[in-house]
């Protein structure tokens, strides 16, 4: 069932909790004017609050499927605790969004955050781990570190650059858990599983391919630009994905090309890709994780600091696409 993407704390005890690990947030440089008429970074976070709460649910499934195939009970807390990590970054894209002069209002399907296995991984939980493993770690954050990391470069914000910093060295240590897992998982996967997992990380290869043939968005402040955007995320596919999966018995067709793009610069394409790092968006994890597309409407959202999240009231969209959502 559809719904405006929105968030809240509870706080009191409950929040305390939290609070180590989103105490950074209110330290970057919020005093810093941002532009409240650029609406394509708007989208930006408000999608990417949305792509990193879609990839909680997925690392919440992965630290289930992870108890269910008996994995090292240290992989099962990495799962976890990356969990939590996804949660601080849905507030700070939201309060990004906010300090950019407000979120967009967004409709999500909150029941479909994360692909239901197939039917080979549902009687199996070994193969269950992997597939969602493969899909949101050795592929969706995976590819999300590079683009963060350009963006980062071309932010044209000391607040947006650190928040960006701050967001990349927690989805090195997410998409590392791809690796560690496959690392113990290998010896117990025979070459039917290892060309099904194959077939996984191709398919959600593709589930960017819309990405790169739909809108643009200017660089900065978090959103790159399809001549910045395109031909970073084709050098990466190879160097950060292929390669380790073949090293690891793996092998993945080749994602199709990407189209070909004019110079000419459009609005965000509702559904582009995960976080910052996407040219206009965060519908990435949560698309290749299973969510559903979202629709998007311009929304004034609340100030920077007022928010339980500048998510309150506005929408977004995620990391999806490759965890599936």
């Given at each position: 069932m559809s719904r405006m993407f929105s968030l809240a704390t509870l706080g009191g005890p409950v929040g305390r909790r939290l609070a180590r690990r989103r105490a950074w947030i209110d330290?970057?440089?919020?005093?810093?004017?941002?532009?409240?008429d650029a609406i394509g970074a708007r989208v930006v976070w408000t999608r990417t609050a949305f792509s990193e709460y879609a990839s909680a649910?997925?690392?919440?499934?992965?630290?289930?499927?992870?108890?269910?195939?008996?994995?090292?009970?240290?992989?099962?807390?990495?799962?976890?605790?990356?969990?939590v990590d996804e949660i601080v970054h849905t507030e700070v894209a939201a309060r990004?969004?906010?300090?950019?002069?407000?979120?967009?209002?967004?409709?999500?399907?909150?029941?479909?955050?994360?692909?239901?296995?197939?039917?080979?991984?549902?009687?199996?939980?070994?193969?269950?781990?992997s597939e969602l493993i493969v899909r949101t770690s050795c592929v969706g954050e995976t590819l999300t570190v590079?683009?963060?990391k350009l963006a980062r470069r071309i932010a044209g914000s000391a607040l947006i650059e650190a928040a960006l910093t701050a967001i990349a060295?927690?989805?090195?240590?997410?998409?590392?858990?791809?690796?560690?897992?496959?690392?113990?998982?290998?010896?117990r996967l025979d070459d039917a599983a290892r060309a099904h997992l194959g077939e996984v990380a191709g398919a959600a290869l593709a589930a960017f391919a819309p990405i790169l043939g739909g809108g643009c968005?200017?660089?900065?402040?978090?959103?790159?630009?399809?001549?910045?955007?395109?031909?970073?995320?084709?050098?990466?596919?190879?160097?950060?994905?292929?390669?380790?999966?073949a090293a690891r018995g793996i092998a993945v067709a080749a994602p199709p090309a990407a189209p070909a793009q004019t110079t000419e610069h459009r609005a965000p394409a509702p559904g582009s890709a995960r976080s910052a790092g996407r040219r206009a968006g965060s519908d990435g994890e949560a698309n290749a994780a299973g969510a559903a597309p979202a629709r998007t409407t311009e929304h004034r959202a609340p100030a920077p600091g007022?928010?339980?999240?500048?998510?309150r009231r506005a929408g977004s969209d995620r990391k999806a696409d490759a965890a599936g959502a």
């Amino acid at each position: 069932m559809s719904r405006m993407f929105s968030l809240a704390t509870l706080g009191g005890p409950v929040g305390r909790r939290l609070a180590r690990r989103r105490a950074w947030i209110d330290e970057l440089p919020w005093s810093e004017p941002l532009p409240e008429d650029a609406i394509g970074a708007r989208v930006v976070w408000t999608r990417t609050a949305f792509s990193e709460y879609a990839s909680a649910a997925a690392f919440a499934e992965i630290a289930a499927a992870l108890l269910a195939a008996g994995a090292p009970i240290d992989l099962v807390a990495a799962a976890g605790d990356f969990l939590v990590d996804e949660i601080v970054h849905t507030e700070v894209a939201a309060r990004l969004a906010a300090a950019l002069g407000g979120a967009v209002a967004l409709e999500v399907d909150l029941s479909r955050l994360v692909r239901p296995p197939t039917p080979a991984a549902a009687r199996d939980p070994l193969l269950g781990a992997s597939e969602l493993i493969v899909r949101t770690s050795c592929v969706g954050e995976t590819l999300t570190v590079p683009m963060l990391k350009l963006a980062r470069r071309i932010a044209g914000s000391a607040l947006i650059e650190a928040a960006l910093t701050a967001i990349a060295g927690d989805e090195s240590s997410h998409a590392q858990l791809g690796w560690w897992f496959l690392d113990w998982a290998e010896p117990r996967l025979d070459d039917a599983a290892r060309a099904h997992l194959g077939e996984v990380a191709g398919a959600a290869l593709a589930a960017f391919a819309p990405i790169l043939g739909g809108g643009c968005s200017d660089s900065g402040l978090g959103a790159l630009a399809c001549d910045r955007y395109d031909p970073g995320f084709a050098a990466a596919t190879p160097r950060a994905v292929l390669r380790p999966l073949a090293a690891r018995g793996i092998a993945v067709a080749a994602p199709p090309a990407a189209p070909a793009q004019t110079t000419e610069h459009r609005a965000p394409a509702p559904g582009s890709a995960r976080s910052a790092g996407r040219r206009a968006g965060s519908d990435g994890e949560a698309n290749a994780a299973g969510a559903a597309p979202a629709r998007t409407t311009e929304h004034r959202a609340p100030a920077p600091g007022s928010a339980r999240s500048a998510g309150r009231r506005a929408g977004s969209d995620r990391k999806a696409d490759a965890a599936g959502a």
